[in-house]
């Protein structure tokens, strides 16, 4: 059994931050340089974790990391070297 | 008068920290994959704030007198589990032939996971290194081989996979304490994040 999905489930939990559909934004991972869609991220802890972690499918390195208190978001990017939006 | 409530009686259950509900199965939350780590290369080690490392290799934890220790467990997801039995060997053990005089202590995990604790409350009867689970080894998904135990804090303090402590002068926040999770993490307050 898989204990991770895919980075197409960051859409629900991003819309609130973004406008764009985060999950066609290209990241490149800090980790292994590897670069890709967000939907091509291994997300965990998306059903009931404290909080969402995506990893890059080339070294499993944390990209993004999504905490949704009752008051904030926390989004933390430092595994990621860019992001970039297609305008 | 609402006499449709009148005969109505609170349950008589366990008292739960704030917030949280009580459950009987055993959650799996995970931040990553599930390191699998062989006995015959498994490490802990204690490294103090002067760089010097104090390693014990599974065999070696496992002679150190070890405790059996029934516990409650609070999630910071809001459940509960009371009455866990674990075994394992409490962190004043390790730290006994340990020089230092850090306040502060950042576990760190197979797979990169880490979590900053207070130094005094990994002492005094308060904190393991948890090897066994309801009488089995514990299963790589709780952890295994070996997790840390802190069951007076919100069980995210708890390091799954525990490879080592980090001993610090200065307090430095792990992997959900950067990310808006209290530096603490008290059940009883209800510190589940930053500014609670
Ligand atoms: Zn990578």
Redesign the interface.
Same mark, same amino acid.
């Given at each position: 059994m898989l204990? /991770?999905v895919d980075g197409s489930s960051l859409a629900g939990p991003m819309r609130e931050l973004f406008a764009v559909d985060v999950t066609a934004v290209e990241g490149r991972c800090a980790g292994c340089g590897l670069a890709g869609p967000l939907a091509n991220l291994r997300v /965990?802890?998306h059903d009931?974790?404290?909080?969402v972690?995506g990893?890059c499918p080339g070294c499993?390195e944390?990209i993004l990391?999504l905490?949704r208190?009752?008051?904030?978001a926390?989004l933390?990017l430092r595994g990621a070297v860019s992001l970039r939006f297609s305008m | 008068m609402s006499p449709g409530f009148s005969g109505r009686r609170q349950p008589a259950g366990p008292k739960l920290p704030p917030g949280q509900y009580l459950t009987q199965d055993f959650?799996?939350?995970?931040?990553?994959?599930?390191p699998r780590v062989p006995l015959d290369t498994w490490e802990f080690t204690v490294i103090t704030e002067t760089g010097e490392r104090h390693t014990w290799s599974w065999a070696e934890l496992t002679a150190l007198p070890a405790e059996d220790v029934t516990v409650d467990i609070h999630c910071?997801?809001k459940w509960s589990k009371l009455q866990t039995h674990w075994r394992g060997v409490p962190i004043a053990t390790l730290l006994d032939d340990v020089e230092t005089a850090a306040d502060f202590a950042l576990a760190h995990s197979y797979g990169?996971y880490t979590t900053n604790v207070p130094l005094d409350d990994l002492l005094d009867g308060q904190a393991w290194i948890a090897y066994e689970f309801e009488g089995e080894p514990l299963a790589p998904e709780h952890g295994g081989p070996a997790r840390l135990l802190v069951p007076h804090l919100y069980f995210?303090k708890s390091a799954k996979w525990v490879r080592g402590l980090q001993l610090l002068l200065e307090d430095e926040p792990g992997f959900?304490e950067?990310?808006?999770?209290h530096d603490y993490g008290d059940p009883w307050r209800e510190q589940?994040?930053q500014g609670d």
């Open positions: 204990d /991770y /965990y802890g009931h974790g404290p909080g972690v990893r499993d944390v990391r905490v208190t009752p008051t904030d926390w933390d | 959650p799996v939350l995970s931040a990553g994959p599930t910071v997801t990169g995210w959900w950067t990310a808006g999770y589940r994040y």
